[in-house]
């Protein structure tokens, strides 16, 4: 019941690491992606 984020990166220019790129499935910069309220919603009892 997520919006996987499969575009994007946390990187901060001008920082002294990298950031993490977004991907498909689980990636470190979303996780498992955003929540998708009306799945969830539509899921209680």
């Given at each position: 019941m997520?919006?996987?984020?499969?575009?994007?990166?946390n990187a901060i220019?001008?920082?002294a690491v990298?950031?993490?790129n977004a991907?498909?499935?689980w990636d470190?910069?979303?996780g498992l992606g955003t929540p998708d309220g009306?799945?969830?919603l539509n899921n209680l009892p």
């Open positions: 997520v919006r996987d984020v499969t575009v994007g990166t220019n001008g920082a990298n950031g993490y991907g498909p499935g470190a910069c979303t009306t799945a969830i």
